[in-house]
């Protein structure tokens, strides 16, 4: 299994910006597609961005044209950048990892993977 240590969360303004930073030290992420999912209080885990082994990234409709997902497998590190937040942002974000490729409908869907970090807390107000 792949260790995931996100960082990077804090507070921010409305339309603010926050870069989360996902680290697998001493792993090598190259064949496995990454992901980011968060969690607001109340509701289910959803899934915000994912990027696959081929760079190729997808997004939910919530945060497509503000978020930026993008990975550099030399740093073997994860990376998510967000851009005009709202305070529908707000919520605990995950970072995840599968081994492989993962076809368009399930790579949003958290099931899909197997490797998760502990979260970092987003907030904004």
């Known amino acids: 299994h792949v260790q995931l240590v996100e960082s990077g969360g804090g507070s921010v303004e409305t339309g603010g910006s926050l870069t989360l930073s996902c680290a697998a030290p001493?792993?090598?992420?190259?064949?496995?597609?990454l992901a980011w999912f968060r969690q607001s209080p109340g509701k289910e885990r959803e899934g915000v961005a994912t990027?696959?082994?081929?760079?190729?990234?997808a997004y939910s409709d919530s945060v497509k044209g503000r978020f930026t997902i993008s990975r550099d497998n030399a740093r073997s590190t994860l990376f998510l950048q967000m851009n005009s937040v709202k305070p529908e942002d707000t919520g605990m974000y995950y970072c995840?990892?599968?081994?492989?490729?993962?076809?368009?409908?399930?790579?949003?869907?958290?099931?899909?993977?197997?490797?998760w970090g502990q979260g970092t807390q987003v907030t904004v107000s």
């Open positions: 990027i696959d082994i081929d760079e190729a990234p």
């Open positions: 001493g792993y090598v992420l190259s064949p496995y597609s």
């Open positions: 995840a990892a599968r081994w492989g490729y993962l076809s368009d409908t399930d790579r949003l869907l958290d099931s899909w993977y197997d490797d």
